[in-house]
């Protein structure tokens, strides 16, 4: 099926410095706290927090669902409860509890199961050689709201919708029969089903919040600064510079051809070491890794990036690098012009 909703008359979008990303969890259990403790849907995380490079959450979910070149939506495969998402660990904490403090065998916390997977299962991990070009770096994901959503054209029942004022993209659980089209879609894999309610659930990029004129959840809790939120019509705010004046903010595989609205800001990278341990002309992240990710407009983006932090070296004014140091968190957030001091 192919995509069929007007444009909304404004899109609220998010841009992520991945230079800042600590791997703190902060945003996921934001999110989690606020909007998602169902029973049913204890295994999901609308915000999490990747290693890469790393599997991923669900685990290698780049492999399935998008669009083909003329548009139409790919069917895509639904993750497997164990081996993708990992189920939700249970702990021993009666056990721990319990335990006589004065004891000298002492029970530590540790899951029930004997879990092979699970969300973060290889967090830090990373790729390279050590001592000479071994990286990582945090990818945290959200629902992108994108333009085309995969997710809205693949449900029969038309339970999903891309709201006409902000183009967030809401389930109508009413609706919704639960019969997980849309988490087959969605190459991000980012509709994720509640085996309670039986019905899809994803992020709602924290409608109400919004509404009032505050930043959702997962990016005012952020420590790490990293998150700026702003509509793209906004010319003075910080996701038009970063996507459209700069370009330094790209969305993720872009060639899945949904136009996400939630857009990175790729990492940069200390240099590889040769034998001797001296520096060579070459990011650990590689280049073509990074191409990969977020395609080959990564190239330019990383241009001014390091153009821009030179600059900056040598004290020269970078507007570029004020917005992206966010010095004042304020200004990471323009909805509407308005800024709160709720958390
Ligand atoms: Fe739908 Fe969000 Fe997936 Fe886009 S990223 S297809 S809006 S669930
Ligand atoms: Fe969760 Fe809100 Fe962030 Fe979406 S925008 S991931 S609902 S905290
Ligand atoms: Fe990264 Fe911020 Fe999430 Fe921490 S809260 S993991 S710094 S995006």
């Known amino acids: 099926m192919k995509y069929n909703v007007p444009t909304p008359k404004r899109q609220v979008a998010m841009v992520l410095d991945l230079n800042k990303c600590l791997g703190c969890h902060t945003c996921s259990v934001a999110c989690k706290k ?18 890469m490079p790393g599997k991923g959450y669900p685990a290698q979910w780049p492999q399935t669902g998008g669009r083909t070149a003329t548009g139409e939506v790919k069917q895509g495969e639904l993750p497997n409860l164990d081996n993708a998402y990992g189920r939700a660990w249970t702990f021993n ?8 403090q004065a004891s000298k065998k002492k029970e530590w916390l540790r899951p029930q199961e004997s879990p092979t997977w699970g969300p973060n299962w290889d967090e830090d991990h990373g790729a390279g050689q050590y001592p000479q070009e071994n990286h990582y770096f945090y990818l945290p994901r959200l629902c ?4 085309k ?14 709201r ?30 509640d085996h309670q309610r039986q019905v899809a659930a994803k992020c709602i990029f924290c409608m109400p919040r919004v509404e009032e004129g505050t930043a959702p959840a997962c990016a005012r809790q952020c420590p790490g600064r990293l998150r700026f939120v702003g ?9 038009h510079k970063l996507v459209d004046k700069y370009k330094v903010a790209l969305p993720l595989h872009p060639e899945y051809g949904i136009g996400p609205n939630v857009f990175y800001v790729p990492p940069m990278s200390p240099p590889k070491l040769d034998d001797q341990g001296r520096p060579l002309d070459e990011m650990r992240i590689s280049m073509s890794y990074l191409e990969n990710m977020f395609g080959k407009a ?7 990036l390091l ?24 200004e990471s957030f323009k909805l509407d012009g308005k800024t709160r001091e709720v958390i």
């Open 231 to 239: 509509y793209r019509d906004d010319k003075d705010g910080p996701i």
């Open 34 to 51: 606020l909007w998602n403790s169902d029973d049913g849907t204890d295994y999901t995380y609308w915000n999490n927090v990747e290693t």
């Open 149 to 162: 959503p995969a997710c809205l054209d693949a449900c029969p029942r038309q339970s999903i919708y891309k």
């Open 307 to 330: 153009a821009e932090r030179d600059k900056r070296r040598q004290e020269q004014p970078s507007e570029l690098m004020d917005l992206l140091i966010a010095y004042d968190w304020n």
């Open 164 to 193: 006409e004022e902000d183009g967030i993209v809401l389930v109508d659980q009413d609706k919704c029969h639960g019969y997980r089209f849309c988490v087959e879609a969605c190459p991000y894999k980012k509709v994720y089903f």
């Open 144 to 147: 992108n709201h994108c333009e």
């Open 93 to 100: 904490n009666k056990a721990v509890l319990a335990t006589d």
């Open 298 to 304: 990564v190239h330019g983006a990383m241009d001014t």
